[in-house]
């Protein structure tokens, strides 16, 4: 086979994401956009010689045709194995679950998230390192590194390869292995959770929904929901992944699933839904005419760990986010085990799951997972949901309730304002960081300032300090957190995310509850001013 050096020249744009690079479509599809970005990675890790990696993607629009120039690239870099999924599509958990499976030495995920697709939408690489979870800021920099300087690009000469057949081929040197995207994954699920007695609570009658968005999620649900665990035929809504979601922003939150949240909040809502993103790391739970905060969920997962036969017998500690509520904390203390607070992004957990420090992790951006696998897991969190309701014969509602009136309710919402200038933003924050101290002591709209502080994560693993975020805090238990997106393509991001701790009454309005924060949040940053945003343009 004839390996060809192609000569190239960097773009200056491109500047990544974390752990890999997420861009509109429309740019990625620039002549040798995607294979810079490719070579440059492989390039910087040491060459892919003798490596095996596995390659798949959510199914988004140019996931065809990424996989196969990114397979021609990889032989020609002499790469000695690529596990792929069948028809090239992966969830990121089930990627993350072969990767770990197979000792494989990387692994590549086409996909921007939680990002729209089709041309007008985004696209993007994960990258995973051999520990299964996306690589350290510090690999992506070295990435972005080489994308500045890179001349030329490495493929072959071939035909497409077929990747609709399970099984082994090879192309040149590079064997390629074509496996069954859900079953590797459904093992592993079986052996964390008590199916048994998830099956009955369907053969009793349990009303179920899992939304998957049009996106990657769908087959996995009717695998696992329907086929296997017996909900009823029809369980599984948008179940066939689209190339642009049918239209949807698949994002599982209040608005983005509104569809979702309109159907558990009518007259004939089942007992629960589920929803995942397009590439099925996130998750969203609805009771019947009720919605669980990602927060919440993750600190009532805890709190119920015995139900699951794969933690009944002692979790490690836990972690969030900053940017997350101090729910889980207040679990954390009553169990006695440590709560670690980290930066937003998943690869932050990884060294503290590596070490054994930590069995349960979220995020407020509707993610959460264990230590099974490193990426978030939107399926893992509704089987847990449906496990511990199998188990306790409770209702959502019930089970949150119950939570709730033991340890008090942290109301929380995250209010985005989008589109921002990107210096426009970035003095926003530079200044509100200058400004921090000055609140303090200072009351305002009755919540009274105790600290403010920029968000400073010393990793206790690899000694790396990661500043990501600002956090003010009021005497009550009330918190702020500002933040920028790293996920977003359209300008800047201000993230403004709220919570408010009431130890007796479960029954306000979010949004209600909140609104008097978010003012307080608005004048601290100066937002209006320097924005002319006078409301968030998403509250979720
Ligand atoms: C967002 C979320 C963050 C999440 C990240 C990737 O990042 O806030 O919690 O880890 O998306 O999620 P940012 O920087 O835009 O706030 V996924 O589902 O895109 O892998
Ligand atoms: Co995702």
């Not at 099984?167 to 052996?191: A, C, F, R």
């Not at 296997?228 to 599984?236: D, E, I, R």
């Amino acid at each position: 086979m004839q390996i060809q050096t192609i000569a190239t020249t960097p773009y200056t744009d491109q500047k990544m994401g974390t752990a890999g690079i997420r861009k509109k479509v429309k740019t990625i599809i620039q002549p040798n956009y995607l294979e810079n970005f490719v070579q440059s990675l492989f390039d910087a890790i040491g060459g892919v010689k003798d490596k095996t990696f596995v390659l798949s993607g959510d199914g988004r629009y140019y996931n065809d045709v990424a996989i196969q120039k990114i397979i021609k690239m990889a032989a020609a870099n002499g790469m000695k194995k690529l596990i792929i999924g069948q028809n090239g599509m992966l969830s990121t958990p089930a990627s993350s679950c072969i990767l770990l499976k197979n000792h494989a030495d990387g692994g590549l995920t086409l996909t921007a998230s939680h990002n729209p697709g089709g041309i007008n939408g985004d696209f993007g690489i994960k990258y995973a390192t051999s520990n299964g979870g996306q690589c350290s800021s510090q690999v992506s920099a070295e990435i972005y590194e080489k994308t500045k300087t890179i001349t030329s690009y490495k493929t072959i000469d071939a035909p497409d390869v077929n990747l609709s057949n399970i099984g082994s081929q090879t192309l040149g040197d590079m064997q390629i292995e074509i496996v069954d995207p859900i079953k590797d994954y459904l093992l592993m699920m079986e052996n964390i959770f008590d199916f048994e007695v998830i099956k009955k609570l369907f053969a009793n009658g349990f009303d179920f929904v899992f939304d998957a968005m049009n996106a990657v999620t769908g087959p996995y649900g009717i695998k696992i929901f329907e086929e296997v665990l017996g909900a009823k035929k029809g369980s599984v809504h948008q179940a066939v992944p689209m190339p642009d979601f049918g239209g949807l922003h698949p994002d599982p939150n209040l608005v983005y699933a509104k569809h979702l949240v309109d159907l558990m909040y009518s007259d004939n809502a089942p007992d629960m839904a589920g929803a995942n993103d397009g590439d099925g790391d996130r998750n969203m739970i609805l009771g019947k005419k009720f919605f669980v905060s990602p927060s919440d969920s993750l600190a009532i997962l805890t709190d119920n760990y015995k139900y699951i036969p794969a933690y009944k017998n002692g979790i490690f500690g836990v972690a969030k986010s900053a940017a997350t509520s101090t729910a889980v904390c207040r679990v954390a203390k009553a169990l006695n085990i440590n709560c670690y607070e980290v930066p937003t992004g998943w690869k932050n957990f990884c060294n503290l799951m590596d070490t054994n420090r930590i069995t349960f992790c979220g995020e407020e951006s509707f993610g959460t997972s264990s230590s099974h696998i490193r990426e978030k897991d939107g399926i893992w969190a509704i089987l847990f949901w449906l496990n511990i309701i199998a188990a306790t014969g409770k209702s959502v509602e019930q089970i949150t309730r119950d939570f709730w009136a033991k340890y008090g309710r942290t109301y929380y919402l995250r209010f985005d304002f989008d589109g921002i200038d990107t210096a426009v933003a970035d003095q926003l924050m530079a200044d509100l960081e200058q400004n921090l101290s000055s609140f303090e002591g200072k009351t305002y709209n009755t919540y009274k300032v105790s600290e403010a502080k920029p968000f400073i994560y010393h990793d206790v693993v690899d000694g790396s300090v990661t500043k990501n975020g600002l956090l003010v805090y009021f005497e009550g238990g009330h918190r702020i957190c500002y933040r920028l997106s790293g996920t977003g393509t359209n300008g800047a991001t201000l993230r403004v995310y709220i919570e408010s701790y009431d130890k007796d009454n479960f029954d306000k309005n979010p949004v209600e509850a909140l609104t008097p924060l978010l003012n307080v949040a608005m004048i601290l940053a100066e937002i209006e001013k320097r924005t002319g945003k006078n409301k968030p343009d998403l509250t979720t």
